[in-house]
């Protein structure tokens, strides 16, 4: 009678085993795919453009086709349209202030020692001297 029991038992566990084998854990199923491309925006003048962490950026200055233009307190940068998306407060570029700002001040800046100096167009290209 032991000897069923014990039979039994192990039969039991066995199927047990065999059911938490066949059953895949709750964990590992896959989320439910999202959309690959985001909802379109159509930015108008006056928009309040928010960065990615959800401080005020700016604002919309101009949309021209697919470039827009953000005015902020360093000045005015244009972005392409993909560049920006719904989110939760309103428009948001995928872009921190910061970055834009940087941006701003970077094309503000003269290029180099070239920007520095006069014009010298047209003149003949002069020999270094030896």
Same mark, same amino acid.
């Given at each position: 009678? $032991? =000897?069923?029991?014990?039979?039994? +038992? /192990? *039969?039991?566990?066995?199927?047990?085993?065999?059911? @938490?084998?066949?059953?895949p854990p709750?964990?590992?199923?896959?989320?439910?795919?999202?959309? @690959?491309?985001?909802?379109?925006?159509?930015?108008? +003048?006056?928009?309040?453009?928010?960065? =990615?962490?959800?401080?005020?950026?700016?604002?919309?200055?101009? /949309?021209?086709?697919? /470039?827009? /233009?953000?005015?902020?307190?360093?000045? $005015?940068?244009?972005?392409?349209?993909?560049?920006?998306?719904?989110?939760? $407060?309103?428009?948001?570029?995928?872009?921190?202030? @910061?970055?834009?700002?940087?941006? *701003?001040?970077?094309?503000?800046?003269?290029?180099?020692?070239? +920007?520095?100096?006069?014009?010298?167009?047209?003149?003949?290209? $002069?020999?270094?001297?030896s």
């Amino acid at each position: 009678m $032991k =000897n069923l029991a014990l039979c039994g +038992a /192990v *039969i039991l566990f066995g199927a047990c085993a065999a059911n @938490a084998q066949a059953a895949p854990p709750a964990s590992t199923t896959a989320p439910a795919p999202q959309s @690959a491309t985001p909802a379109p925006v159509a930015p108008k +003048a006056g928009d309040v453009v928010y960065d =990615n962490t959800g401080q005020q950026a700016g604002s919309v200055e101009s /949309v021209n086709g697919n /470039v827009v /233009v953000v005015a902020t307190e360093q000045g $005015k940068g244009s972005m392409p349209l993909t560049e920006f998306a719904m989110g939760e $407060k309103g428009l948001t570029m995928n872009h921190t202030k @910061a970055e834009l700002e940087t941006a *701003i001040r970077n094309a503000k800046a003269p290029e180099g020692p070239a +920007a520095q100096t006069p014009s010298t167009a047209g003149e003949a290209p $002069k020999a270094p001297s030896s």
